[in-house]
């Protein structure tokens, strides 16, 4: 079992930064795939980055490729998600998600994605 908490979301205007961040409980972690999802009003739950237990490898959609990093913290149990340049169709409430699959298996359906956190909301004004 995985309890996961995000942090660090917000309101910025257009071109800001934030950093979000998702802590994790439970010792089996670092075998985990994690990902970062965003949900607009009237959405769907979308994949916007993942990343490999050890982080070797990540994964972006392409809409924020270049601007947004995503790394994780083994040791401290943490996920981050660098968000630089935001635009407001950044827009949303952002959730991460830890996979008990591997990467290549876990892709970006969050149906293959087993604990969620509650979400942070980030809203980008222009």
């Known amino acids: 079992q995985v309890q996961l908490a995000e942090s660090g979301g917000g309101s910025v205007q257009a071109g800001g930064s934030l950093t979000l961040s998702c802590a994790a409980s439970g010792r089996a972690y670092s075998t985990y795939t994690m990902g970062w999802f965003r949900q607009a009003p009237g959405k769907e739950r979308d994949l916007v980055a993942r990343?490999?237990?050890?982080?070797?490898?990540?994964d972006y959609v392409d809409s924020v490729q270049g601007r947004f990093t995503v790394s994780r913290d083994n040791a401290k149990n943490t996920v981050y998600l660098q968000m630089n340049s935001l635009k407001p169709e950044d827009t949303a409430v952002y959730y991460c998600?830890?996979?008990?699959?591997?990467?290549?298996?876990?892709?970006?359906?969050?149906?293959?994605?087993?604990?969620w956190g509650q979400g942070t909301q980030v809203t980008v004004s222009s």
């Open positions: 990343i490999s237990p050890r982080g070797t490898m990540t």
């Open positions: 998600a830890a996979s008990k699959l591997g990467y290549a298996t876990a892709g970006s359906s969050p149906r293959m994605y087993d604990y």
